[in-house]
Nanobody, 119 residues
Framework: VQLQASGGGSVQVGGSLRLSCAASERTTVMAWFRQAPGKGRVFVAAHRWTEYYADSVKGRFTISRDNAKNTVYLQMHSLGPGDTAVYYC???????????????????WGQGTQVTVSS
């Protein structure tokens, strides 16, 4: 499965962005992770029949999925400097609910797209 992420860019504090990730075929789970400068990759959100979010983005980010296009979206609002990171799309087929936040559980990864939030 190949994943192609897009939609990153630079925005000011309080702004919004929408990321997209198109998959070459359908997978059970699609998710977003992010990696800030000097830090490890962390879970942001996942879509597996329902939606799962990291506490840090709840109420600000929305993950959605278009199964007809094998595409997952991440709508981000109220962005702050702490959201600056490279955002990675991930996908997999064998994940159980307890592993959705673990990057090692995902078999497929996109190339990453940069999101920069400045004041």
């Amino acid at each position: 499965v190949q994943l192609q992420a897009s939609g990153g860019g630079s925005v000011q504090v309080g702004g919004s962005l929408r990321l997209s990730c198109a998959a070459s075929e359908r997978t059970t789970v699609m998710a977003w992770f992010r990696q800030a400068p000097g830090k490890g990759r962390v879970f942001v959100a996942a879509h597996r029949w329902t939606e799962y979010y990291a506490d840090s983005v709840k109420g600000r980010f929305t993950i959605s999925r278009d199964n007809a296009k094998n595409t997952v979206y991440l709508q981000m609002h109220s962005l702050g400097p702490g959201d600056t990171a490279v955002y990675y799309c991930a996908a997999g087929n064998t994940l159980i609910q307890s592993t959705l936040t673990e990057g090692t559980a995902y078999a497929y990864w996109g190339q990453g797209t940069q999101v920069t939030v400045s004041s």
